[in-house]
């Protein structure tokens, strides 16, 4: 069973910056892909950024130039750089990762952005 603890989400300035960070622990297989959704108040889930093991990064348009997913291998953990924020990226983030073939999901951190 993997456990994932994400961490700085919170209140930001519109234009403003904050990094996500989400650390993976548990489990007898290792870490796969990793990486980011988010859930707006009453909309659907969204992808907001996946990145493998490898380095391969996937990213929503509507944070490409804005948002960057890195991750630390040695750390299981997997981050995300939210640059340029705007109102519209207001939402609960979810960190996910998947590791011996079962998907796992954080509890989310709330960002809310504010002009």
């Known amino acids: 069973q993997v456990h994932l603890v994400e961490s700085g989400g919170g209140p930001v300035q519109a234009g403003g910056s904050l990094r996500l960070s989400c650390v993976a622990s548990?489990?007898?297989?290792?870490?796969?892909?990793m990486g980011w959704y988010r859930q707006p108040q009453g909309k659907q889930r969204e992808l907001v950024a996946t990145?493998?093991?490898?380095?391969?990064?996937n990213d929503n348009d509507s944070v490409k130039g804005r948002f960057t997913i890195s991750r630390d291998n040695a750390k299981n953990t997997v981050f995300l750089q939210m640059d340029s924020l705007k109102a519209e990226d207001t939402a609960v983030y979810y960190c996910?990762?998947?590791?011996?073939?079962?998907?796992?999901w954080g509890q989310g951190t709330q960002v809310t952005v504010f002009s």
């Open positions: 996910v990762t998947y590791s011996g073939g079962l998907e796992y």
């Open positions: 548990g489990g007898i297989f290792s870490i796969g892909t």
């Open positions: 990145i493998s093991r490898a380095g391969v990064k």
